[in-house]
C-alpha cells in the first residue's frame, strides 16, 4: 500500500466552475476526512466518512459542496461554481483507529 | 469554539533544543497530536498524547497537561531539515468521530 493518494496535486479553474477532486486512503481504513488549508491557517474540517456514509459535515461546507465515498473506498469532492475563496489545499486523510494518514493534497487555484 | 493556540513563529539555532507551547480547551478533550508540515507537503504524524506526561521519539518529545489545557512539542539537537510549521491538534467531543480540530501552526526556522 503506498499510503493516501490524491489527484489532481494542482487545479487551476475559472471562477464559475466545478472541478472535482478524487482520494484513494489507505486500503484497510474505514475512516475517510477531507480538509481544507489555505495559507499560514492549520486544516479545517469539511466531512468525514465511515465507511461508505457521510456521517459530519463542515458549516464551512456550503451547497456548492458535495463529498461521495461509494463502496467505502475511494472518494471524491466536487465544488459546483467554484469561487477565488475556494483557492486552498484540498487535503484528504484516513485512519483505522487514531491519527491521520493524510494524503499529498490537491491545490485549487480559482482565477 | 475548540480553541486551539499556539506561536505564529519561532526561531532557533541549528544544534538548540526549542519548545513550541499549544495550549487548549479541555472541555470535551480527548487527545492531542503534533504534525510536522513542510511547506507545500501535507502534514505527516509526529506525537499523540492521551495521558498526562512526556511521550520521547528520539529528538521529538512531546507533553501534555489535560487539567491546564497545555501540551509542548520539544525538538532537540535541531536540524536545518526540522525547518516547517508544527501544527497542534485536538480530538473534541465524543470519541466517534474522530474529527480532528487544528491550530494554526507554528512556522519554525532553524538558522546556522
Known amino acids: 500500500d503506498t499510503g493516501v493518494s490524491q489527484d489532481p496535486r494542482h487545479k487551476i479553474t475559472k471562477r464559475g466552475q466545478n472541478v472535482t477532486f478524487r482520494c484513494d486512503p489507505i486500503?484497510?481504513?474505514?475512516?475517510l476526512y477531507w480538509y481544507r488549508q489555505t495559507l499560514g491557517q492549520g486544516p479545517e474540517f469539511l466531512t468525514y466518512?465511515?465507511?461508505?456514509?457521510?456521517?459530519?459535515k463542515s458549516r464551512l461546507l456550503s451547497d456548492r459542496f458535495s463529498a461521495e465515498r461509494p463502496k467505502g473506498s475511494f472518494s471524491t469532492l466536487e465544488i459546483q461554481r467554484t469561487e477565488q475563496g475556494d483557492s486552498a489545499m484540498y487535503l484528504c486523510?484516513?485512519?483505522?483507529?487514531?491519527?491521520?494518514?493524510f494524503g499529498s493534497g490537491t491545490r485549487l487555484t480559482v482565477v | 469554539g475548540q480553541n486551539i493556540d499556539q506561536p505564529t513563529e519561532m526561531t532557533a539555532t541549528e544544534g538548540a533544543i526549542v519548545q513550541i507551547n499549544c495550549t487548549y480547551q479541555?472541555?470535551?478533550?480527548?487527545?492531542l497530536f503534533w504534525y510536522q508540515q513542510h511547506a507545500g507537503e501535507a502534514p505527516t504524524f509526529l506525537s499523540y498524547?492521551?495521558?498526562?506526561g512526556l511521550e520521547e521519539k528520539g529528538r521529538f518529545s512531546s507533553f501534555l497537561s489535560r487539567s491546564k489545557g497545555y501540551s509542548y512539542l520539544l525538538l532537540k539537537e535541531l536540524q536545518m531539515k526540522d525547518s516547517a510549521s508544527y501544527l497542534c491538534?485536538?480530538?473534541?467531543?465524543?470519541?466517534?468521530?474522530?474529527?480532528?480540530?487544528f491550530g494554526k501552526g507554528t512556522k519554525l526556522s532553524v538558522i546556522p
Open positions: 486523510a484516513s485512519t483505522e483507529n487514531y491519527g491521520y494518514t
Open positions: 486500503s484497510e481504513h474505514n475512516r
Open positions: 466518512f465511515q465507511n461508505e456514509a457521510q456521517l459530519e
Open positions: 479541555t472541555s470535551g478533550f480527548n487527545g
Open positions: 498524547n492521551v495521558l498526562d
Open positions: 491538534a485536538a480530538y473534541f467531543g465524543g470519541a466517534g468521530s474522530y474529527q480532528l480540530t
